[in-house]
């Protein structure tokens, strides 16, 4: 397992996250940009926000005197760290498509760096590129409670995140809930003004925007997790998906390659297009009840930080013996 690099992360960190990559060896120091955009966005724009939170931390890295192999876990660090000076950059993620100008703009600047993605279409394209890649399935430890086990016949159906979702299917779903006999209380963490529906058995919640701590609270009462996708090659949906897998809930996603080495027809499955979309979500809702911990013990062993980790520094061991 490669080892002794310096962790560079945009976000506040906490002393167990810290501790699983300094305890595996991968990195010896953690430095965080606590007080980075929480959504990726200054002023509106997220390129704005990621350039100005890249370039932060960037320079906190260069003034903490750190010398030696940095690990960006983001692309755009990696890009800053890079334009200082840093040679010996690797980075976690590239969350860009195949010939889009985000893509071309970062094979250019991150060079020779080794690249670890979180799916195999983004290393396949990045090695075909030219670039050095390999994809691990992410994981992390993000703290959210267990999922609430149910006793009523509501079922909870939890929608969120942002990239890259598919909003003609989220209409769908929609149209479902309120036109349906089921009772079903549909909850949408987007980034968009809150509001509320209701016909007095089922319900839709459109939350607004939500801390990372308000938004686990939110998926830890869900019965079953959707993912909206549109179907492209970037990494997308794998976030929540491990973040419902913490929680307990099961998640459904409709077909994307952005979720490749995710889907296991179990834990994960994919949507049938064939069948109905509200009746399928409510029948996973149903089957998964009491089997929360079933879930979780899935969650600890393959998306935990600590299992995530040892797949990184596993990528990076055969990315730096192969140069």
Do not use: C
């Amino acid at each position: 397992m490669s080892r002794g690099h310096v962790l560079v992360a945009l976000g506040a960190g906490s002393r167990a996250g810290d501790a699983a990559w300094m305890n595996s060896g991968v990195a010896t120091r953690v430095i965080h940009l606590d007080h980075a955009a929480p959504s990726g966005r200054r002023l509106r724009s997220r390129i704005l926000g990621m350039g100005i939170d890249s370039l932060l931390i960037a320079l906190k890295t260069a003034f903490s005197g750190v010398r030696g192999p940095v690990l960006a876990a983001n692309p755009w660090v990696g890009v800053s760290l890079r334009l200082l000076g840093w040679r010996h950059v690797s980075v976690t993620g590239i969350y860009a498509e195949a010939g889009s100008r985000n893509h071309r703009v970062l094979r250019r600047l991150l060079g020779s760096s080794s690249v670890v993605t979180m799916v195999e279409s983004e290393a396949r394209s990045w090695r075909e590129a030219g670039g050095r890649a390999i994809a691990v399935r992410y994981g992390n430890t993000l703290q959210y409670p267990p999922r609430v086990p149910k006793v009523n016949s509501a079922v909870r159906i939890f929608v969120g995140g942002s990239s890259d979702r598919d909003h003609q299917v989220l209409e769908d779903l929609i149209a479902r809930v309120q036109s349906s006999q089921f009772e079903v209380h549909l909850t949408i963490t987007l980034d968009e003004q809150p509001a509320s529906w209701s016909n007095g058995s089922s319900t839709i919640t459109r939350t607004g925007r939500l801390t990372n701590s308000e938004f686990g609270a939110q998926m830890s009462q869900a019965d079953v997790v959707f993912l909206p996708l549109v179907d492209g090659s970037r990494a997308a949906g794998h976030m929540v998906a491990v973040g419902a897998l913490e929680t307990g809930a099961p998640v459904i996603t409709t077909r994307s390659g952005g979720m490749d080495g995710y889907v296991d027809g179990t834990f994960v499955a994919t949507l049938d297009e064939h069948a109905d979309l509200l009746d399928q979500l409510v029948e996973t809702g149903l089957a998964w009840r009491g089997r929360e911990t079933e879930v979780r013990e899935h969650w600890a062993r393959e998306y935990s930080l600590e299992a995530y980790v040892v797949r990184v520094g596993e990528a990076l061991s055969q990315l730096e013996a192969a140069r």
